[in-house]
């Protein structure tokens, strides 16, 4: 009986320390963190709505994510450090000023803004854990991103960078 009450023990750690993927989830790397998502889930939300939040975005000249400076060309050892300050501003600073007059399309927000705060978690604790560390360039990048974003009003940059939401996933799914 203890030898039994020992295997749950070990497997129960094993599976803190190793944790799987839900069904349907990736495991994605960036740099030392392991994050696992349901990227075809946040894609089917967005693909959604797509046309709708672009449709709302007024600033045609100006990109938040796309600036020659902004994802692009990230060292490995950095994509930890900006795919978690990303996801951050995402969840601090965007969802929160991405409601529209459409209760369809603030589900697939709120569905997507869901599953954003679930990977900033993940994100977090390999973060916590020191596995995470932010060299020059992707302070650099970051700030680049908030500029572009704080060069707008709030209402405008948000419906932007939900807008960009594409060039963000693109960005992660090639970081696999």
Known sequence: MKGSHLLLCLCSFACC??????????????????????????RSSF???KANIQARDPVRTLSILSHPHSLHRVQSSDKCCIIHKVFNFYVDKVFKHCQTEDTYVNRKISSIANSFLSIKRNLEQCHIQNKCLCGQESTEKFKQILANYEGLNVTSAAMKSLGELDILLDWVEKSR
């Open 17 to 42: 320390v190793h944790p799987t993927p839900a069904a349907g989830n990736t495991i994605f790397h960036f740099g030392p963190c392991r994050v696992s998502m349901s990227m075809s889930e946040i």
């Open 47 to 49: 693909t959604a709505i």
